[in-house]
């Protein structure tokens, strides 16, 4: 991402886990120069960097997932200081595609109709249900009104692997 970012001509300073060891690179002093800030970290830490960034006036936009027990609070935050906030369990224009499908075949369930959510991801993945996962259940649960939660299935193991494609 930050090399496509480069590639359009936009100025970009990453921070990993080593440069940002307890939120050293989201000083108000660091960020001054940042227009944006793009976080897709864990969730043990992302909140953190959530107030962190609001507190600076920064807007962010969060790929991170598993926070969202904290959500109403950090709107709050952000309508407080009067930062932006972008989150989504998944920024992906085919993920975002096919909750659309998801959400028109959602009918199916007043019919009759039951379903359930099988996902895989490689054995290092942290979180199961990922995000996707629960946003598609929830899409699915919105959007057909009925009352029973569709069951998820996480499966976890070896290499699987997404390919993606930018032009």
Request: hydrophobic fraction near 35%; glycine fraction near 8%; include cysteine.
């Amino acid at each position: 991402m930050a090399e496509a970012a480069r590639q359009r001509g936009h100025h970009v300073h990453t921070a990993g886990s080593t440069e940002n060891e307890k939120g050293a690179a989201l000083t108000a002093e660091k960020l001054r120069e940042v227009d944006v800030v793009i976080d897709f970290t864990t969730p043990h830490c992302v909140v953190n960097h959530i107030e962190t960034c609001t507190k600076a006036g920064k807007n962010m936009v969060v790929g991170t997932t598993g926070w969202y027990r904290e959500i109403d609070r950090i709107k709050r935050l952000v309508e407080t200081h009067g930062t932006g906030l972008v989150y989504a369990a998944n920024f992906s224009v085919g993920v975002n595609l096919f909750l659309d499908v998801a959400r028109s075949a959602a009918a199916a369930l007043h019919h009759g109709y039951s379903g359930q959510i099988f996902e895989r991801h490689h054995a290092t993945k942290q979180d199961a249900p990922s995000g996707t996962a629960i946003a598609l259940q929830r899409v699915i649960h919105q959007a057909s009104g009925n009352q029973d939660e569709i069951e998820i299935t996480s499966f976890r193991e070896g290499e699987v692997v997404a390919c993606t494609k930018s032009s």
